[in-house]
């Protein structure tokens, strides 16, 4: 059976060949149109799918209110800003959902002017990074929102006020709290890549493990909602990525040094 990937290999392995300046510019204008057409395709393909997202996005607050008895309600407070909240989902959808065709034509324009070791690191990184955006956002979902989500109730409670909340207030409370868990768990990766250019060493990540946490939690309050619970779930699996990415540098640099010794001897 043949293997769907060996053509994309192909094209990747694909040896650069010498291009003109306006080469280059034709490329990457071609380039550039098949990233919006793709935006464009997906965000209007998202349309119907509004409804769905919209509810997928108020789920944990419906389930935290009918699990601890709270009452709540969401409002709008202009003619406009429902449709503008509908808007927003859309278009936020459709930047996500095409990310993966977008980055795939960008790969395109980059990679045949990389070397072997370069290209495999972009693409490894570009999987490894799609897999720590979903996880990260799979946590803030599952885990964090809920959670601040009943902090807020609490809060509410404790005044004795009933949570009249703005759909966009509400929206943009949990699109941010997503789009952030995704963003924090891309930071790891980066570390990787700076480690494997040799612009950091494992020994500098362990002398400034200290600092490294004091800016994990600094960076968890921007992203995150002002209770210590959910900043809490996002500084400790940060701090466990951190750890793990010393092992992973640690464990490279002494394959490297045995293949060195190896061929020197």
Not at 152 to 156: A, D, I, Q, R, T
Not at 196 to 200: K, N, P, S
């Given at each position: 059976m043949?293997?769907?990937f060996?053509k994309?290999?192909?094209?990747f392995?694909?040896p ?5 300046f306006?080469e280059?510019l034709?490329d990457?204008?071609?380039m550039l149109?098949?990233?919006i057409?793709?935006?464009t395709l997906?965000?209007?393909a998202?349309?119907?799918?509004a409804k769905?997202?919209?509810y997928?996005?108020q ?9 601890q008895?709270?009452t709540f309600?969401?409002?709008t407070t202009?003619p406009?800003?429902?449709f ?9 959808a459709g ?13 395109q324009f ?7 070791r ?9 999987l490894?990074?799609a ?14 929102l ?5 902090i ?5 409670d404790y005044l004795?006020?009933?949570a009249?909340?703005?759909m966009d207030?509400?929206l943009?409370f949990?699109?941010q ?16 890549f700076?480690g ?5 060493s494992v ?9 490294v ?5 600094i960076?968890a309050?921007?992203l995150?909602?002002p209770d ?7 500084t ?6 951190y750890?793990l990415?010393?092992?992973?540098l640690?464990?490279?640099h ?11 001897e």
């Open positions: 043949k293997n769907p060996h994309l290999k192909n094209h392995s694909t650069d060949r010498e291009q003109s306006l280059h034709e990457f204008r071609r149109i098949r990233c057409v793709s935006l997906v965000t209007a998202c349309i119907p799918l769905p997202m919209l997928w996005l789920e944990p607050l419906l389930r935290v209110a009918k699990q008895n709270y309600e969401l409002i202009s406009v800003e429902g503008m909240q509908i808007v927003k989902v859309i278009f936020a930047v996500l959902l095409s990310l993966p065709i977008m980055l795939y034509f960008i790969a980059i990679l045949p002017g990389l070397m072997p370069e290209k495999k690191m972009l693409v490894y990184g570009g490894a990074g897999l720590l955006f979903i996880g990260g956002v799979a946590l803030g979902y599952f885990i964090s809920p959670v601040a989500i009943s807020m109730f609490y809060f509410n004795g006020t009933v009249n909340w703005k207030a509400y943009g949990v699109m709290l997503l789009i952030g868990f995704g963003l924090a768990f891309e930071l790891p990766l980066l570390l990787l700076l494997f250019l040799g612009i950091v020994e500098q990540l362990t002398t400034y493990r200290r600092h946490i004091v800016g994990i939690l960076l309050m921007i995150t909602p210590v619970i959910t900043q809490l779930q996002m400790i699996p940060l701090y466990i990525l750890e990415c010393i092992v992973i640690r464990c490279t002494r394959r490297d040094q045995q293949l060195n010794k190896g061929l020197e």
